[in-house]
């Protein structure tokens, strides 16, 4: 996601309350941060937010992490968060660098329009290439669920590809607005439904 530079962004994003800052320190404790023993799901890649807040405020009972690595998309995303979501924090973050900040505790990775890394050289860079499987195995709780929204094919098949050797798949369709049409959708998919594009999508578990 390309956006205008803001000038005054590391002050927006320093004053969320929505943002953890010393993030590193609840590695493996980020039930205490919530103050509660609910699920936690987390969106590698928020943007603009919208997927993960309307979730949040719709299921009290779970919570959610967001994570973005762009200061200008963090910027614009975190004044949208409504007062009052208490079960939602963000975290400024590389996906890279995830099992430094998590350990067996997640429950749930959503992973929604992904840049999909179209060279062949890039692909150890998309997140479900076996590098960042390995470590999400490392931050997951009990049993590891990964749901997946994309309107790349080549990425979609990719994944499934890659997910197949220790996944198995609850759900998969290539046509995401036929088998679900009302569902909480992000800013990237409104505009490619909007555009008569396919979105693709899988759950898959183990």
Known sequence: MRLRNIKNKEEIISNSKYIVKNY????????????NDNPIYIEIGMGMGKF??????????????????QDNVLARSLPNIPEGVDNLRVIRLNA????????????LIFLNFSDPWPKKRHHDRRLTSKIFLDKYDKIFKDKKVIELRTDNEDLFIYSIESLSNSYS??????????????????????????????????????
């Open 52 to 69: 993960i807040t309307e979730n949040a405020i719709n299921n009290k009972n779970i919570n959610y992490i967001g994570i973005e690595k």
């Open 96 to 107: 890279l660098e995830i099992d430094e900040v998590f350990s067996n505790e997640i429950d």
């Open 24 to 35: 590193k320190d609840y590695k493996g404790h980020w039930k205490d941060l919530f103050n």
């Open 169 to 206: 798949f609850s759900e998969v369709t290539f046509d995401l607005n036929s088998y679900l049409p009302e569902r909480i959708t992000t800013e990237y998919e409104d505009k490619f439904v909007n555009k008569g594009n396919k979105i693709y999508h899988l759950k898959a578990s183990k």
